[in-house]
């Protein structure tokens, strides 16, 4: 690959540090307990991990789990692939955690046309503007990164994300209609001959707003459940209070 492509899948990447995704934001509750958030209104914003104080307990083994540690997450499997995104996910917590790692996954953050074709699907009708919202932002991006405003991924350059954790919670109760879906993320681009990039991005974090509607999980912005969102804390594997405050890691089923 040329210097010239390696520069540019380097900016492509620094680039995306900056990419808002402009949707949606979770509780403290493991993905296990989900479905039992409060459905109160606004939530308390979670202390950083630099402040936060893990509460006492006489279970020594709870006050040392962190993610790393805990039993993880199998994400459900996917029935079907539509429209560049894998499909046929369950009503359950579970089902709306791998609709959100799935799309994450797939999502063609710097091709505005299959992105627009993605969010087409998967975006709820009730979400007015949303769709234009994100491609706006991939447009942007392509923008940062020394590229056309439209148009698809450089030649010779490919890219993979690898969603490493998960802080889930409900924003309708317990009847978790509407669930927020925090991810903690790796982006890697690779160059043409196969070798990975230098300068890959790590521990990047994006949240969804998810909410069941004709079937499916679909993304969404409206906001009465905008306003209920909420900020965790950062997450790190080893670490008790990411682990107290939500983080789970997740692992594709085999």
Do not use: C
Request: glycine residues 10%.
């Amino acid at each position: 690959m040329s210097d010239n492509k390696t520069r540019k899948a380097r900016l492509t990447l620094a680039a995306l540090g900056v990419l808002v995704v402009g949707a949606l934001i979770g509780g403290g509750v493991t993905a296990a307990t989900m479905l039992g958030g409060d459905d109160s209104g606004s939530s308390t914003a979670s202390p950083s991990p630099a402040t936060a104080k893990p509460s006492a307990s006489s279970d020594g083994r709870q006050t040392s789990m962190t993610p790393d540690k805990a039993r993880k997450l199998v994400l459900e499997k996917p029935t079907g692939q539509k429209n560049g995104l894998s499909t046929g996910f369950s009503k359950g917590p579970v089902g709306a955690i791998s609709t959100a790692v799935y799309f994450w996954e797939e999502y063609a953050f710097l091709d505005d046309q299959k992105a627009r074709q993605q969010l087409d699907a998967i975006v709820s009708p009730d979400a007015d503007g949303y769709t234009d919202e994100m491609i706006s932002e991939v447009r942007k991006l392509r923008e940062q990164a020394g590229l056309p405003p439209s148009g698809g991924t450089p030649a010779g350059i490919t890219f993979s994300t690898a969603v490493n954790a998960v802080r889930a919670t409900s924003l309708t109760g317990t009847e978790g209609k509407v669930v927020q879906i925090w991810m903690n993320y790796d982006r890697y681009a690779t160059k043409a001959d196969g070798s990975p990039d230098d300068d890959p991005l790590k521990d990047q974090d994006a949240d969804l707003l998810l909410k069941w509607q004709d079937g499916a999980w679909k993304i969404t912005n409206e906001p009465q459940y905008w306003k209920k969102r909420s900020f965790p804390s950062a997450y790190f594997p080893d670490e008790h209070v990411s682990w107290a405050d939500g983080w789970q890691q997740v692992r594709h089923a085999d």
